[in-house]
Protein backbone atom coordinates (compact mmCIF):
# COMPACT_ATOMS: atom_id res chain seq x y z
CA UNK A 1 0.00 0.00 0.00
CA UNK A 2 1.15 3.46 -0.70
CA UNK A 3 0.42 6.31 1.53
CA UNK A 4 -0.04 9.84 -0.43
CA UNK A 5 -0.07 13.02 0.53
CA UNK A 6 -1.07 15.75 -1.76
CA UNK A 7 -0.39 19.72 -0.58
CA UNK A 8 -0.77 23.03 -2.69
CA UNK A 9 -4.19 23.62 -3.12
CA UNK A 10 -5.52 26.93 -2.14
CA UNK A 11 -7.68 29.97 -3.32
CA UNK A 12 -6.60 31.59 -6.67
CA UNK A 13 -8.07 34.30 -8.88
CA UNK A 14 -9.02 33.64 -11.90
CA UNK A 15 -6.00 33.06 -14.53
CA UNK A 16 -3.82 32.61 -11.55
CA UNK A 17 -1.63 29.47 -11.05
CA UNK A 18 -1.22 26.96 -8.29
CA UNK A 19 1.33 23.97 -8.52
CA UNK A 20 0.02 20.53 -6.80
CA UNK A 21 2.52 18.36 -5.14
CA UNK A 22 1.72 14.74 -4.31
CA UNK A 23 4.76 13.10 -2.13
CA UNK A 24 4.38 9.17 -2.34
CA UNK A 25 5.82 6.93 0.75
CA UNK A 26 8.44 4.58 -1.42
CA UNK A 27 10.24 5.29 -4.54
CA UNK A 28 7.88 5.80 -7.31
CA UNK A 29 10.26 4.85 -9.82
CA UNK A 30 8.49 1.15 -8.27
CA UNK A 31 4.79 2.67 -8.98
CA UNK A 32 3.58 1.79 -12.23
CA UNK A 33 1.28 5.06 -12.85
CA UNK A 34 0.40 8.15 -10.67
CA UNK A 35 -2.40 10.30 -11.86
CA UNK A 36 -4.49 13.32 -10.50
CA UNK A 37 -7.87 13.33 -10.34
CA UNK A 38 -10.26 16.29 -9.54
CA UNK A 39 -14.15 15.84 -8.26
CA UNK A 40 -16.44 18.96 -8.14
CA UNK A 41 -19.14 19.46 -6.12
CA UNK A 42 -21.97 17.00 -7.42
CA UNK A 43 -20.24 15.43 -10.26
CA UNK A 44 -17.99 12.91 -10.85
CA UNK A 45 -14.27 12.07 -10.03
CA UNK A 46 -12.48 12.69 -13.50
CA UNK A 47 -9.01 12.10 -14.69
CA UNK A 48 -7.00 15.32 -15.11
CA UNK A 49 -3.74 13.78 -16.17
CA UNK A 50 -1.78 10.58 -15.52
CA UNK A 51 1.90 9.50 -15.84
CA UNK A 52 3.59 6.28 -16.16
CA UNK A 53 7.11 5.41 -14.88
CA UNK A 54 8.74 5.05 -18.27
CA UNK A 55 7.62 8.90 -18.87
CA UNK A 56 4.65 8.44 -20.84
CA UNK A 57 1.84 10.82 -19.70
CA UNK A 58 -2.14 11.39 -20.56
CA UNK A 59 -4.13 14.55 -20.26
CA UNK A 60 -7.86 14.55 -20.12
CA UNK A 61 -8.72 16.59 -23.49
CA UNK A 62 -7.77 19.82 -23.56
CA UNK A 63 -5.63 19.94 -20.08
CA UNK A 64 -2.37 20.05 -21.65
CA UNK A 65 -2.65 23.52 -22.49
CA UNK A 66 -2.77 24.91 -18.69
CA UNK A 67 -1.95 21.72 -16.61
CA UNK A 68 1.54 19.37 -16.97
CA UNK A 69 2.20 16.74 -15.06
CA UNK A 70 5.52 16.16 -13.93
CA UNK A 71 8.05 13.82 -11.72
CA UNK A 72 10.60 13.96 -9.06
CA UNK A 73 11.87 10.54 -8.84
CA UNK A 74 14.28 11.69 -6.05
CA UNK A 75 11.97 13.26 -3.90
CA UNK A 76 8.97 10.54 -4.62
CA UNK A 77 7.01 13.10 -5.62
CA UNK A 78 4.63 13.94 -8.43
CA UNK A 79 3.70 17.84 -9.63
CA UNK A 80 0.41 19.39 -11.45
CA UNK A 81 1.60 22.15 -12.67
CA UNK A 82 -2.29 24.60 -12.98
CA UNK A 83 -1.84 27.97 -14.95
CA UNK A 84 -4.70 30.14 -16.42
CA UNK A 85 -6.83 29.16 -13.83
CA UNK A 86 -10.87 29.19 -14.30
CA UNK A 87 -13.77 28.77 -12.04
CA UNK A 88 -14.62 25.91 -13.20
CA UNK A 89 -10.85 24.25 -12.48
CA UNK A 90 -12.28 24.64 -8.99
CA UNK A 91 -12.69 20.96 -7.23
CA UNK A 92 -10.79 18.39 -4.74
CA UNK A 93 -7.90 17.24 -6.47
CA UNK A 94 -6.84 13.68 -5.79
CA UNK A 95 -3.69 11.98 -6.50
CA UNK A 96 -3.40 8.30 -6.85
CA UNK A 97 -1.43 5.31 -7.49
CA UNK A 98 -1.24 2.05 -9.35
CA UNK A 99 1.67 0.14 -8.22
CA UNK A 100 1.13 -3.12 -9.93
CA UNK A 101 0.52 -2.65 -14.08
CA UNK A 102 -1.09 -6.06 -13.62
CA UNK A 103 -2.78 -5.28 -10.66
CA UNK A 104 -6.60 -3.05 -10.18
CA UNK A 105 -5.77 -2.09 -7.07
CA UNK A 106 -4.88 1.89 -6.74
CA UNK A 107 -4.37 4.10 -3.72
CA UNK A 108 -5.83 7.58 -3.29
CA UNK A 109 -4.30 10.48 -1.60
CA UNK A 110 -6.80 12.35 0.76
CA UNK A 111 -7.23 15.31 -1.62
CA UNK A 112 -6.46 18.74 -1.52
CA UNK A 113 -9.54 21.55 -2.58
CA UNK A 114 -8.51 24.01 -5.16
CA UNK A 115 -10.98 26.95 -5.27
CA UNK A 116 -10.63 29.45 -8.34
CA UNK A 117 -12.60 32.74 -7.81
CA UNK A 118 -13.84 34.80 -10.84
Known amino acids: QVQLVESGGGLVQTGGSLRLSCAASESILNIYRMGWYRQAGGKQRELVAS???????NYKDGAEDRFTISRDNARNTIYLQMDRLKPEDTAVYYC????????????WGQGTQVTVSS
Open 96 to 107: NARKDRYSDYID
Open 51 to 57: SLNDGRV
